[in-house]
């Protein structure tokens, strides 16, 4: 099953940049908001997270957090469960 991703950003944010580039390594595709183009996106993003930084992620409905904790979860083998691949071998 193919993973619904959601992640909300800006487009001069470095740390979107970064979790962009990890789910890109990851050969996974995901849909993308902008806050910044309307401000009901970033309401909605508040609503849903908690939180008013930028990004949010989410992936099939759970709300993982920022960049931090998308990379956390990928340094403890959680992210590849989450997006249904294999974890890689050590």
Request: charged share 25%.
């Amino acid at each position: 099953m193919k993973p619904d991703i959601l992640l909300y950003t800006t487009s001069w944010c470095p740390y979107c940049r970064r979790a962009k580039t990890l789910l890109q390594e990851k050969g996974v595709q995901w849909n993308e908001i902008d806050i910044e183009v309307d401000p009901d996106n970033r309401q909605a993003m508040m609503e849903a997270s908690g939180r008013n930084t930028v990004p949010q992620i989410f992936i099939n409905g759970t709300h993982v957090g920022g960049s931090d904790e998308l990379f956390e979860l990928d340094v403890r083998g959680e992210l590849d469960k989450l997006l249904g691949r294999t974890p890689p071998a050590i």
